[in-house]
C-alpha cells in the first residue's frame, strides 16, 4: 500500500504547482486554474487523511466534496466577472488591470 | 418547544426574504413609483433582527449552546455578531437607495444580493466547524464578488471586482489547505472538538503552526489584516460606495467573528502560543495601514488604510484575549462603535460623492459652506475614528487599552504604546479631511441637496457615535452579554 | 449649606451646558440669530457667569464659614468596565470656583469685545459657535470630578482651540499653525492619556478624590515593563505632566503656541493667554496630591526644571521679537513656566494664584494689542509708536497690565509673583535667581514693547491709528481695574487666598523683606534698562544685535526649535510613509525579479516539467523585465500578483518566524 506520505507529498507539490500559476500567469483565467489546483491540492490532503486516519469517519471526504462544489460556484462567479471586464476593456491580463494603485 | 427552528429564524427569515426579494424586484421595474425592493430589504432585515434580539437576552442562549450537532453554535457572540451584521446591512440598504437613485441597475439582484451576504455573516458567526466556516466564508466572498462589481460599465468597479475575486479565492485555497492539515492533526472538523482532540493528543507543533498562519491567510484577508490587505484599498476604491461601507464593516466584523471563535474555542494558548503571533501582526497592521493612509489623495482609499488601522487595534484586543477577561467585551464594543462611526463616514462620503462626482479630498474643499450639517457630523466621524472623545471611538480605544494593560503582559503594554503612537499618526490624516471641510477654500459654493433619507442615516450614525460614549451603561454590558461563548456541551 | 444654597450647587453641571446650548443654537439660526449670533453666545455665557458667580459665593462662604469644609460633589454612574464602576459628574471646591471666575469673567469679556473686532468678518455667526463650544468644553474640564471627563473636556478644548486658530484660513499661515497645534499638544495629550490609564489602573477609579485617597497605599509600588521597574507615583505624574507640557506650551513642546497667534487677536486672549493654556498649571495644582507624594518628589523637581527653564528660555526670545503678539505669546509662555516651576518647589497657591493674576492682565494685554492691530492695521511693532494719544483708553489700560506683568509694587502681579519667588527662595536659591532673572527680562520686554508701540513719534505716515469703539474698550477697562485688585486677596498679612486654596494644611511661607526688595529692584532694573534703550536712547538698542550677531541670531530664530523638529520628526516620518505607499512599486517589483530569475533557474532543471510553468517563466521574465521598466519610467504598481506574492510571503515569513526562532 503506498504510504500516506506519499500522497501528502504530491498535495504538497500540487499545491506549490498553483501557486506558481497563480503567480505568473497573467491571464486572469489562467490564474483561476492556478487556484483549482491549490484546491485540489487540499482535496487529496483531506481524502487521504480521512482514509489513512480515519476510515470510519466520512468527515473528510464530505469536506472534499464541499469544496469541489465551491470551487464550481467560484468558477461561475469568477468567470461572469472576467467577462464583463472584457466587454469593457476588451483585456484580461491582470498586469493590465491596473487602473487603481499606490 | 422546538428551540432548534427558533434558534435558526434569523438565517431563515433571511434565505426566504432574500429569494422573496428577487420577485419583489422583478414586480417593481420602475424606478419612479414606490421603492419596493428597498422598503422590503429593511423589512427582512428587521424581521431577522427581532429574534436575534430577543435571543441576545435569553440566558440559556448567551451562555452558549449548540445545534445540528455542534456545527451551529447559538450563542452571545454569534446574536453581537448577527445584531451588527443586520443593522449595517440596513445602514447599506438606505445609503443604496440614495446611490442608486440616477444609475439604471437591477435593483432587485441587488438587494437580495446584500440579503445573501447578510446572511452569510450570520450563519459564519454561528459556525463552529471548519466545514461550515468555510462554506460561510465562501458564500459571503462570493456574494460580495459580485456586490463590489455590481456597477458594470464602470471600469474601477470592474476591476474591483477582479482583484477581489482573484486575492480572495487566493487566500481562501491557502485557508483550505491549512483547515486539511488541522484536519489530518486531529480527525475532527469542530472547533471545540478540536480543542479536545488537542488537549488529549498534542499535535507536532510545527505542522499545527503553519496550519494556524495558513487558516490567518483566509481570516486576515477578510479583516484586511497586513500582510493580506492589499486588496482592499483598490476594491474599496472601485467598488460602489455602499458595498465598500459594507466590506468595511459587515464583511470585516465577520472575519473578526470567525477569528475570535477559532482562536478562543479551537486552539487554546496553552497548545499554541498565538497571542505573540496576532501581536506582531497587530503591530505591523495598525503602523502600515496609519502610515499608508497619510498620502492618499482619494477619500474612499484612505478610508481603506484606515480601516486596516482599525484592524490593527481591535488585532491588539484580540491578543489580550489570552490574558484578561475584559479583553473580548472590549474588542465587541469597540466593533460597536466602529461600526455606526464608519458607516456615517462612509454614508457622508456616498451623499457628497454622488453629488460632486469626485471621490478626491480636495474637492472635499469648503464642504462646511456646501453642506454643514454632514460636514460637522464628519468631524466627529473622523474624531471616533481617531479615537478622541468625546466619540464612541474613543470609548472604544479607551476599553480596548485598558484590557491590554489589565492583562499586565509586558509585551501587550509595548504593545499599547505602540497603538497610541499610532493613534498620534492617524491624527494627521483624519485632521486633513476636517482642514479640507473647514479651512479650504472651495471653488464652488452652490449648497449640495441632501436628501432626507441621507439626513436620517447620517443623523442617526452621528447620534449612535455621541450617544455610546455618553450612555454608554447599556452597551458595555451588552458587549459583557455578548462575550458569552459555546464551548462543548 | 442650607437647602436653597445645596439647590444652586445642584445646578453647577448647567455651567457648561448652556454655552453648548448657545453653539447649538447659533448653528442653527445663523446669520438669522440676535446679533448674528453675537447675542447667543453672549447670553449664554453670561448666564454662566451669574450661575458660576451664586456657585462662588457660597463655596467662599461655606469655606471661610469655619466648619469643616467638604468639597460639593454630584455624581452618576456613566460605565462598567469589568466589576469597577465608572463615575462621571461635578465637583467644587474652592480651586474649582477660582478657575470657574477666571473662565466666565475672562469669556464674557472677550465675547462681548469681540462684538467690535470681528465685525463685518464673513464667518461671524461661526466664531461665536465655536467660542461657545471652547467654553462649554473648558467649564466641563474645570467642574469635572474625574480623570475621565476631564481628558474628554481636554481633547474637546483642544479641538476648539484648532478651529479658532485657523479661523482665517485664507491664509495658509492660519492652516499650518491650526495643524501644528493641534498635532504638537496631542503629543502631551497622549502622555496624560497613559497617566489617566496608569492611574486608573492602580487606584481601580477615575474619580479625582479617591485617587488621592489611594495615593499613600501606592507609595513603593512599581510597575514592571520587560525587566525595568518603574515606580508607579512618579510615572503617573510624569506622564499626567506631559499633558500639561503640551497644553501649557513648556519646553520642550512650547513651539505651537506663538504659531497659533495666527487666529483672531480674542481668540488668543481667552484660548491661548488666560483660560486654555492655563489648563495644564490647572491639571498640575488639581492632581497635585499624586505629584507632591511627599516634599521635593521626583515629579516635582521634574515640574520646577520644565517650568524654570520655560521661563527663561522664552523670557529671552521674546526680547527680540517685532510682532506685538509674539512678544505676548512668549511672555505667556515664559508666565506659564513661572506658575509651573511655582508649584514645582511646593509653591502650591502662589502657582494658581499667579494663574489668576496672569488670566487678568493677560487677557487684557492681549485685548489691548487687539486693539491697537484695529486701530493701526498691523502687528509689526516697528511700524507703530506714538500712539498713546490717538488710543488714550488703550494705551492706559495697557499700562496698567503691563505694570502688573512686570510685578511692579501694589498692582495683582507682584503680590502673585512675589509669592512664588518666595516659595522659591525657601526652597532652592538657583531657581530663585533663575526666576528674578526671568522677572528683569520681562520687565525689560515689556518696556520695549510699550515704548516701541505707544511712546515717541509715529514711524509709518501712513498708518492713520483710530480709538477702538466702545464696546472693545469697555472690557478692557474692567479687566485693567481687575489686574490691578485682584491681587489683593492674598495680602502677606491677612491671606485670604491662601486660606482658601492650600494643599495639605500647609502654612504660607513667612514673608520675607529680603525676597520683596529683590523682586522689585529685579523689575525696576528692566524697566530701566528699557527706558535706556527705547525711551531716551542712552545707548543704541542694536548694540545687542551687533556686539553679539550669533546670539541675536539665535533668540531671533527661536533657538532653532522649529527646525530642529522639523529636520528630526517630520522629515522621516513623511519619508517613511512614501517609502511604504511605495512599496509595490520598488521592494515588490524587485521581489518579483527575483523570484523570476530563481524560477528561472529552476525550469532549466526541470525543463520537462508541463507547459504552464515553462509558459509561465517565459512569461514572467518578460513581465519582470517590462514591469522593471515600467518602475524606472512610472513607478507603476497595481498588479494583483504582486498582492498574492506579499500574502505568500507573508505567509512564509510568518512560519518562519516561529519554526526558526
Not at chain 3, 512 to 524: E, I, N, Q
Amino acid at each position: 500500500m503506498i504510504p500516506l506520505e506519499w500522497y501528502l507529498a504530491l498535495a504538497a507539490v500540487l499545491f506549490c504547482t498553483g501557486i506558481f500559476g497563480v503567480l505568473t500567469r497573467r491571464n486572469a483565467i489562467g490564474i483561476l486554474m492556478g487556484i483549482e489546483l491549490m484546491l485540489n491540492a487540499a482535496n487529496i490532503n483531506l481524502v487521504a487523511f480521512a482514509r489513512y486516519m480515519h476510515p470510519t469517519i466520512l468527515t473528510g471526504h464530505i469536506f472534499a466534496i464541499f469544496v469541489i462544489t465551491i470551487a464550481a460556484a467560484e468558477a461561475a462567479v469568477g468567470l461572469a466577472i472576467i467577462i464583463s471586464i472584457y466587454r469593457n476593456i476588451e483585456l484580461i491580463n491582470v498586469d493590465k488591470i491596473n487602473v487603481m494603485k499606490w | 418547544m422546538n428551540f432548534s427552528l427558533f434558534y435558526l429564524s434569523p438565517e431563515l427569515i433571511l434565505a426566504l426574504g432574500g429569494i422573496a426579494a428577487l420577485f419583489v424586484g422583478l414586480a417593481s421595474k420602475s424606478r419612479k413609483g414606490f421603492p419596493w425592493p428597498e422598503v422590503f430589504c429593511l423589512l427582512v432585515l428587521a424581521a431577522a433582527l427581532v429574534p436575534t434580539i430577543a435571543m441576545l437576552t435569553m440566558g440559556r442562549v448567551t451562555s452558549g449552546t449548540s445545534i445540528f450537532g455542534g456545527i451551529f453554535a447559538v450563542d452571545g457572540l454569534a446574536m453581537f455578531f448577527k445584531i451588527v451584521a443586520l443593522i449595517s446591512t440596513g445602514i447599506v440598504t438606505l445609503i443604496s437607495t440614495d446611490f442608486f437613485r440616477r444609475i439604471r441597475f437591477h435593483r432587485g439582484e441587488y438587494y437580495a444580493l446584500l440579503i445573501f451576504a447578510t446572511l452569510a455573516i450570520t450563519t459564519l458567526a454561528a459556525s463552529a466547524d471548519l466545514i461550515m466556516i468555510y462554506l460561510t466564508l465562501e458564500f459571503l466572498s462570493l456574494t460580495s464578488y459580485i456586490l463590489a462589481g455590481y456597477l458594470k460599465q464602470d471600469t474601477k468597479s470592474n476591476e474591483a471586482a477582479v482583484k477581489y475575486f482573484l486575492y480572495g479565492s487566493i487566500a481562501s485555497a491557502v485557508m483550505i489547505y491549512g483547515m486539511s492539515l488541522i484536519y489530518g492533526l486531529t480527525g475532527t472538523t469542530n472547533i471545540v472538538e478540536i480543542a479536545s482532540t488537542f488537549k488529549v493528543n498534542p499535535a507536532s507543533y510545527s505542522l499545527l503552526y503553519l496550519a494556524v498562519v495558513m487558516l490567518l491567510a483566509g481570516f486576515g484577508y477578510k479583516i484586511a489584516m497586513v500582510p493580506f490587505h492589499q486588496w482592499s484599498p483598490d476594491v474599496y476604491e472601485g467598488a460602489p460606495t455602499p458595498v465598500t461601507a459594507f466590506l468595511s464593516v459587515g464583511s470585516k466584523a465577520a472575519g473578526f467573528a470567525v477569528l475570535i471563535r477559532v482562536f478562543a474555542t479551537g486552539i487554546s494558548t496553552a497548545i499554541l502560543d498565538w497571542a505573540g503571533l496576532i501581536m506582531v501582526l497587530s503591530a505591523v497592521t495598525m503602523t502600515v495601514g496609519n502610515l499608508v493612509a497619510i498620502p492618499q489623495t482619494n477619500i474612499k482609499r484612505m478610508l481603506a488604510y484606515s480601516s486596516i488601522g482599525q484592524a490593527g487595534y481591535l488585532l491588539l484586543g484580540v491578543a489580550a484575549m489570552a490574558y484578561s477577561s475584559i479583553a473580548l467585551p472590549s474588542v465587541l464594543l469597540y466593533i460597536f462603535a466602529y461600526t455606526f462611526t464608519n458607516l456615517g463616514a462612509f454614508a457622508v462620503v456616498s451623499m457628497i460623492s454622488t453629488r460632486i462626482k469626485s471621490d478626491y479630498i480636495r474637492d472635499y474643499a469648503g464642504l462646511i459652506r456646501r453642506a454643514p450639517a454632514a460636514a460637522v457630523a464628519m468631524v466627529f466621524f473622523m474624531l471616533s475614528l481617531a479615537g478622541i472623545p468625546p466619540t464612541a471611538g474613543f470609548l472604544g480605544k479607551f476599553y480596548i487599552f485598558a484590557a491590554a494593560i489589565q492583562s499586565g503582559n509586558s509585551w501587550l503594554l509595548a504593545l499599547t504604546i505602540v497603538a497610541i503612537i499610532n493613534t498620534i499618526i492617524s491624527v494627521y490624516y483624519y485632521m486633513n479631511v476636517v482642514r479640507y471641510m473647514f479651512f479650504v477654500k472651495a471653488k464652488r459654493i452652490e449648497p449640495i441637496e441632501q436628501p432626507g433619507i441621507m439626513n436620517f442615516v447620517i443623523g442617526m450614525t452621528f447620534a449612535m457615535t455621541i450617544i455610546i460614549l455618553v450612555y454608554a451603561g447599556p452597551f458595555i454590558s451588552m458587549a459583557h452579554i455578548s462575550s458569552g461563548m459555546f464551548k462543548g456541551i | 449649606m442650607c437647602d436653597f444654597s445645596k439647590n444652586i450647587m445642584e445646578l453647577t453641571w448647567l455651567i457648561p451646558v448652556l454655552p453648548i446650548l448657545a453653539f447649538g443654537l447659533i448653528l442653527l439660526t445663523g446669520r438669522r440669530g440676535p446679533g448674528e449670533g453675537a447675542y447667543i453666545g453672549i447670553a449664554g455665557i453670561a448666564a454662566s457667569f451669574l450661575l458660576s458667580l451664586a456657585v462662588t459665593v457660597i463655596t467662599v462662604a461655606s469655606a471661610l464659614g469655619g466648619h469643616e469644609f467638604h468639597p460639593f460633589t454630584h455624581s452618576v454612574v456613566w460605565a462598567t468596565l469589568g466589576n469597577i464602576d465608572v463615575r462621571m459628574g461635578f465637583a467644587v471646591d474652592q480651586l474649582t470656583v477660582m478657575m470657574l471666575m477666571v473662565v466666565t469673567t475672562v469669556t464674557l469679556l472677550v465675547q462681548v469685545y469681540s462684538i467690535g473686532y470681528m465685525h463685518g468678518d464673513p464667518r461671524y455667526p461661526r466664531y461665536y459657535a465655536y467660542l461657545s463650544l471652547f467654553s462649554a468644553a473648558m467649564l466641563s474640564l474645570v467642574i469635572s470630578d474625574n480623570l475621565l471627563l476631564f481628558y474628554m473636556s481636554w481633547e474637546l478644548v483642544g479641538l476648539a482651540s484648532y478651529l479658532l486658530i485657523g479661523f482665517w484660513f485664507e491664509k495658509p499661515s492660519a492652516m499650518r499653525a491650526a495643524k501644528k497645534a493641534f498635532i504638537v499638544t496631542r503629543l502631551g495629550d497622549v502622555g496624560l492619556f497613559l497617566g489617566l490609564i496608569v492611574l486608573f489602573w492602580y487606584t481601580g477609579t477615575v474619580n479625582m478624590q479617591e485617587m488621592f485617597a489611594a495615593v499613600p497605599s501606592l507609595m513603593g509600588t512599581t510597575l514592571k515593563i520587560a525587566s525595568v521597574a518603574l515606580p508607579v507615583l512618579p510615572l503617573a505624574g510624569i506622564l499626567l505632566f506631559a499633558g500639561a507640557v503640551g497644553k501649557s506650551a513648556q519646553f520642550p513642546l512650547h513651539v505651537w503656541l506663538p504659531d497659533a497667534m495666527e487666529g483672531p487677536t480674542p481668540v488668543s486672549a481667552l484660548i491661548h493667554a488666560a483660560t486654555m493654556v492655563a489648563a495644564g498649571v490647572y491639571l498640575v495644582g488639581r492632581m497635585y496630591p499624586v505629584f507632591a507624594y511627599e516634599p521635593h518628589s521626583i515629579t516635582l523637581t521634574v515640574v520646577t526644571v520644565i517650568g524654570v527653564t520655560t521661563a527663561i528660555m522664552a523670557a529671552t526670545i521674546a526680547t527680540v521679537q517685532h510682532d506685538i503678539k509674539r512678544v505676548l505669546a512668549y511672555s505667556t509662555i515664559s508666565q506659564l513656566g513661572y506658575m509651573m516651576f511655582g508649584l514645582g518647589v511646593g509653591g502650591y497657591t502662589a502657582g494658581l494664584l499667579h494663574l489668576m493674576t496672569h488670566a487678568f492682565f493677560k487677557a487684557n494685554l492681549f485685548l489691548g494689542s487687539g486693539s491697537v492691530i484695529h486701530g493701526t492695521g498691523t502687528q509689526d511693532m516697528r511700524q507703530m509708536g506714538g500712539l498713546s494719544k490717538k488710543m488714550p483708553t488703550t494705551y492706559w489700560t495697557f499700562l496698567i497690565a503691563t505694570a502688573a506683568l512686570m510685578g511692579l509694587p501694589f498692582t495683582s502681579g507682584f503680590f502673585s509673583k512675589d509669592e512664588i519667588l518666595l516659595e522659591a527662595f525657601h526652597t532652592s536659591l538657583p531657581i530663585f535667581w533663575l526666576g528674578l532673572g526671568a522677572a528683569f527680562l520681562t520687565a525689560f520686554y515689556m518696556t520695549r514693547l510699550v515704548a516701541l508701540t505707544f511712546w515717541g513719534e509715529a514711524r509709518d505716515p501712513s498708518i492713520h491709528a483710530h480709538e477702538s469703539p466702545r464696546v472693545m474698550t469697555i472690557p478692557l477697562i474692567v479687566l485693567a481695574v481687575l489686574s490691578l485688585v485682584s491681587g489683593y486677596i492674598a495680602w502677606p498679612s491677612n491671606n485670604i487666598f491662601h486660606h482658601l486654596v492650600h494643599f495639605g494644611d500647609g502654612a504660607a511661607v513667612p514673608f520675607s523683606w529680603t525676597v520683596m526688595l529683590l523682586a522689585t529692584s529685579a523689575a525696576f532694573l528692566g524697566l530701566g534698562l528699557g527706558l535706556a534703550l527705547y525711551l531716551r536712547p542712552v545707548i543704541s538698542p542694536s548694540i545687542f544685535r551687533e556686539k553679539l550677531p550669533w546670539a541675536y541670531n539665535l533668540l531671533q530664530n527661536k533657538f532653532y526649535f522649529d527646525e530642529f523638529y522639523w529636520a528630526v520628526l517630520v522629515v522621516p516620518l513623511f519619508w517613511i510613509t512614501k517609502v511604504l505607499a511605495r512599496f509595490d512599486a520598488r521592494i515588490v517589483d524587485g521581489l518579483v525579479n527575483g523570484v523570476g530569475y530563481a524560477t528561472l533557474g529552476l525550469s532549466i532543471a526541470y525543463s520537462w516539467f508541463d507547459r504552464v510553468v515553462v509558459d509561465g517563466i517565459v512569461n514572467l521574465v518578460g513581465g519582470a523585465t517590462r514591469i522593471s521598466g515600467r518602475v524606472l519610467r512610472y513607478g507603476q504598481t497595481g498588479v494583483l500578483q504582486n498582492y498574492a506574492l506579499v500574502a505568500f510571503t507573508g505567509v512564509l515569513v510568518l512560519a518562519w518566524f516561529y519554526l526558526f526562532r
